[in-house]
């Protein structure tokens, strides 16, 4: 079962669910896909047994065969081409490595090259299996090595998709794989507005979904009233309180460190393996 856990924003604690619902399995598969920004790393300090780097393929262009016809600067909608000086100018920050420049060439003056946009690390920190992405930064997407990482998964296996925040084209990957999802809330306005982005993301790719509500306070807030309005079946919900806060800044897994949490997530992660292995 593949289980991404994804917020509407940064913050909201969609890698602390993350990392102590792989830490009360036990035997998870830890999948840090949020490949520009990744931090599950410093929660499990995983021991790194392989590193793989990922590649796209890029166009260079012939000069000798090129005829300047401009059909590939004119297909290029990403205007990673362009006709300057009586010459094709590649810009490779706008290049999405689609490959159609080279398919609308007749003159086979372009070729492809690879290019290095990033590496996985595989490792593993005591029983837990952990995997994370990590992109150059001055590659574009994500998306390679999110597919990259989706290859590397074994069958028959929990695991935790750990998404970027937000809705973006690695999300979209990432949730493409998953069997399920656990949307991150935090209880305030702008929390509420972007947990409705989330779970618009959920329903439009026909994933089946439940909330976490983070930062919860005694009083319901407005994911909390989100959630009821709209039949939203919710998992859990973490207390906001110091202590909390404390463990995660000093890159401690709350269920390992505290009891309280420990029954948390063992509620969350029993009643997830209950509804939907």
Same mark, same amino acid.
């Given at each position: 079962? %593949?289980? *991404?856990?994804?917020?509407?924003?940064?913050?909201?604690?969609?890698?602390?669910?993350?990392?102590?619902?792989?830490?009360?399995?036990?035997?998870?598969?830890?999948? /840090?896909?949020?490949?520009? !920004?990744?931090?599950?790393?410093? #929660?499990?300090?995983?021991?790194?047994?392989?590193?793989?780097?990922?590649?796209?393929?890029?166009?260079?262009?012939?000069?000798?065969?090129?005829?300047?016809?401009?059909?590939?600067?004119?297909?290029? =909608?990403?205007?990673?081409? *362009?006709?300057?000086?009586?010459?094709?100018? $590649?810009?490779?920050?706008?290049?999405?490595?689609?490959?159609?420049?080279?398919?609308?060439?007749?003159?086979?003056?372009?070729?492809?090259?690879?290019?290095?946009?990033? =590496?996985?690390?595989?490792?593993?920190?005591?029983?837990?299996?952990?995997?994370? @992405? $990590?992109?150059?930064?001055?590659?574009?997407?994500?998306?390679?090595?999110?597919?990259?990482?989706?290859?590397?998964?074994?069958?028959?296996?929990?695991?935790?998709?750990?998404?970027?925040?937000?809705?973006?084209?690695?999300?979209? !990957?990432?949730?493409? *794989?998953? /069997?399920?999802?656990?949307?991150?809330?935090? !209880?305030?306005?702008?929390?509420?507005? /972007?947990?409705?982005?989330?779970?618009?993301? *959920?329903?439009?790719?026909?994933?089946?979904?439940?909330?976490?509500?983070?930062?919860? @306070?005694?009083?319901?807030?407005?994911?909390?009233? $989100?959630?009821?309005?709209?039949?939203?079946?919710?998992?859990? %919900?973490?207390?906001?309180?110091?202590?909390? @806060?404390?463990?995660?800044?000093?890159?401690?897994?709350?269920?390992?460190?505290?009891?309280? #949490?420990? %029954?948390?997530?063992?509620?969350?992660?029993?009643?997830?393996?209950?509804?939907?292995?």
């Amino acid at each position: 079962m %593949k289980i *991404a856990v994804l917020s509407g924003k940064g913050g909201a604690g969609k890698t602390f669910i993350a990392v102590n619902l792989a830490q009360i399995s036990n035997d998870a598969l830890y999948v /840090d896909a949020d490949v520009e !920004e990744p931090n599950g790393y410093l #929660y499990f300090q995983p021991t790194i047994r392989k590193q793989i780097n990922v590649s796209i393929s890029v166009p260079r262009i012939d000069e000798e065969l090129c005829n300047l016809c401009r059909r590939c600067v004119d297909f290029c =909608r990403f205007n990673a081409l *362009a006709f300057v000086q009586k010459k094709i100018i $590649y810009i490779s920050d706008f290049c999405h490595s689609c490959g159609g420049c080279r398919l609308v060439c007749p003159q086979n003056a372009i070729v492809e090259k690879a290019r290095v946009i990033g =590496r996985i690390d595989i490792g593993y920190a005591g029983t837990i299996d952990f995997i994370s @992405g $990590y992109l150059n930064p001055e590659s574009i997407s994500g998306v390679p090595i999110i597919q990259k990482i989706i290859s590397q998964i074994p069958k028959k296996k929990f695991v935790i998709l750990d998404c970027a925040p937000g809705s973006g084209c690695t999300v979209v !990957e990432t949730v493409k *794989a998953a /069997d399920y999802c656990i949307i991150v809330g935090e !209880e305030s306005a702008f929390g509420c507005h /972007d947990f409705r982005i989330a779970c618009n993301l *959920a329903n439009t790719m026909n994933k089946p979904y439940g909330a976490i509500i983070n930062k919860s @306070g005694k009083e319901s807030g407005p994911v909390n009233a $989100y959630c009821n309005l709209n039949k939203i079946k919710i998992l859990g %919900k973490i207390p906001y309180n110091y202590e909390l @806060g404390t463990l995660l800044s000093q890159g401690r897994i709350a269920a390992k460190e505290k009891e309280e #949490y420990y %029954k948390i997530f063992t509620r969350i992660y029993k009643q997830l393996k209950k509804d939907y292995s």
